[in-house]
């Protein structure tokens, strides 16, 4: 057995999940491993749709482009009944606006998005250790200590913090001893096929209701001519994975003979698991993604919230690493198990529904985006906080365009994008309070944005098109606080230094504080203090 060094971060799984966590965390000059007992990346398309908060979230830590070149909006449903098929449009297609600018859904399978995010660690000289699985667990009052079993034998690595991103089966979780509440139906079970397939149009996403909601699907895939098909099965149906019988099957099923399956990728036998965790982390180990919660398939929901776990949990880890108050990392769980438990209730209605060819749960609207998502009235969004004609604490912060000082046009979210906060000065009385805003040195640091609403500031920004202005409902002066995640942390109409020193304090390092594991590191937020 060998024992490591002590890192900041263990990260076990290198899905969406813990590979977002992992991009974020070494962007703040983290030491970070992750490790992942599959011999590889995943290979199938299984949660095939990225909302567009979720595209926000990959903007922002550097991995849209790939995501965006590998997908493509949905198509119109296709539902077959007899021989009609019906056009119906599940998702609203919208154009980019300039406080929303990826307003649609994104088709793309999940071995794309999985590829995207690990091209994007490896940019910033980091990997997914594959073959390597966590089978023992403890905890001391500064470290974790993880034992992991490899093709080398067992390794333990000590680690400030570990997270397990680790699936719905998570050994994270059990070894926490954590419960997991909520249901199995092992009656109501899916043959999910991604396959090659001649003999049927890919313009529309395919589906054949049966009797007692026994439909079939096939969700044509951007890229190739690869479907994913879903056959929900009988309870007591024995699916075969032969490629012949399960042709054989979708026939019988459509009556249509001139569908030929010619490549099969990848199979799997999915239950909707409707579960969430107790509790998303004890002491020095916390949960995201599948291990803190599963959903039904309704809705394009798991990936996308546990994607947005990690970007809540990442810079809250980053802050209490460079010395922030550990009571910090208790707004996860107080933050995220209430999104989680929405997200619960709706994918499982949506579900209930879709065997019924219910209208309703066959619509995708802001519901499933993600962008209406809030943390107000959380501990770091109190309800007593002023708001603006649009916003209110914990909302996300919408996107705008402006002309910087040089001239050039920009979007807001470009502003935004790296590790560190955001102050949004709206006025003059409003800039400067930012310039005197007291700042650590240590974690994440603060970029100062001024815009100028009279139009005499050499060094500000112009909102000259009042997207901002609409955007953000503001009527007067205004100093806004955007956290590391695109939430507001801080809203000041008046009182804007103190009130916003006050906000700030509960999310940074305390003064002359540090507990990070390296000996020496540079500031982190490549977004320096501007």
């Known amino acids: 057995m060998t024992a490591g060094n002590v890192i900041d971060v263990l990260i076990v799984g290198a899905g969406p999940s813990g590979t977002a966590l992992a991009i974020d965390l070494v962007r703040r000059g983290l030491d970070v491993r992750v490790v992942d007992r599959a011999p590889q990346a995943f290979g199938g398309s299984r949660a095939k749709g990225v909302q567009p908060r979720s595209l926000e979230v990959l903007h922002d830590l550097g991995a849209l482009d790939d995501v965006l070149a590998g997908g493509s909006v949905y198509p119109l449903l296709g539902v077959h009944l007899g021989p009609l098929a019906v ?93 997991f509440v909520g249901s199995t139906d092992e009656t109501d079970r899916i043959l999910i096929v991604d396959a090659t397939v001649s003999g049927l149009s890919r313009n529309r996403w395919h589906m054949w209701p049966g009797r007692g909601g026994r439909l079939i699907g096939a969700c044509p895939l951007p890229g190739d001519d ?54 998303y982390g004890r002491g020095r180990v916390f949960l995201a ?64 529904g879709i065997s019924k060819l219910d209208p309703s749960s066959m619509k995708r609207g802001k519901d499933e985006q993600q962008l209406a998502l809030t943390y107000y009235g959380g501990p770091l969004a109190p309800a007593d906080g002023q708001r603006t004609g649009t916003l209110r604490v914990g909302d996300r912060a919408p ?13 807001l979210f470009d502003t935004f994008r790296g590790p560190h906060f955001t102050a949004v000065a709206y006025g003059s009385p409003a800039a400067r309070a930012v310039e005197q805003l007291d700042w ?16 005499n500031a ?23 606080l955007i956290r590391p995640d695109g939430y507001i942390g801080h809203i000041a109409t008046r009182d804007f230094l103190t009130t916003t020193q006050t906000a700030a304090q509960a999310m940074t390092p305390r003064a002359r504080s540090r507990t990070v594991s390296q000996k020496s590191r540079p500031s982190t937020g490549a977004g320096a203090t501007e």
Do not use: C
């Not at 307003?103 to 660690?121: C, E, G, V």
């Not at 690595?157 to 070894?175: E, F, H, L, N, T």
């Not at 291990?291 to 809540?312: F, R, S």
């Not at 996107?399 to 979007?411: F, M, N, S, T």
């Open 226 to 279: 690869m479907f994913q098909w879903i056959i929900r099965l009988a309870p007591d149906e024995e699916p075969s994975l032969d490629r012949d019988q399960i042709a054989e099957r979708i026939r019988s099923h459509t009556r249509n003979r001139r569908i030929q399956l010619h490549d099969i990728r990848w199979t799997s036998v999915f239950r909707p698991n409707i579960r969430l965790a107790e509790h």
């Open 87 to 179: 056009p119906w449009r599940m998702f609203p297609h919208k154009q980019a606006t300039p406080d929303v600018p990826y307003p649609n859904t994104w088709l793309i399978p999940q071995f794309r998005t999985d590829r995207a995010l690990h091209t994007r660690l490896e940019q910033l000289d980091h990997g997914a250790e594959f073959g390597k699985e966590l089978v023992g667990l403890a905890q001391h009052t500064d470290t974790a200590v993880a034992k992991v079993a490899g093709p080398d034998g067992i390794e333990e690595i000590p680690a400030r913090y570990v997270v397990g991103a680790d699936g719905g089966s998570s050994q994270v979780r059990k070894q926490l001893g954590v419960g």
């Open 289 to 352: 993604g599948d291990a803190a919660h599963v959903h039904t398939p309704a809705g394009a929901q798991g990936l996308n919230t546990g994607v947005q776990d990690a970007y809540n949990l990442g810079w809250k880890l980053g802050q209490v690493l460079a010395g922030a108050d550990p009571h910090l990392l208790d707004t996860y769980e107080a933050e995220r198990q209430p999104i989680a438990a929405g997200v619960l209730g709706l994918s499982t209605e949506k579900w209930a």
């Open 440 to 455: 650590p040195t240590t974690g994440a640091q603060l970029k100062r944005i001024t815009i100028d609403t009279r139009g």
């Open 399 to 411: 996107d705008a365009e402006l002309i910087g000082p040089d001239g050039a046009r920009l979007r």
């Open 458 to 480: 050499d060094r500000a920004f112009s909102d000259s098109a009042n997207t901002l202005k609409r955007a953000y409902g503001l009527t007067g002066d205004a100093l806004l």
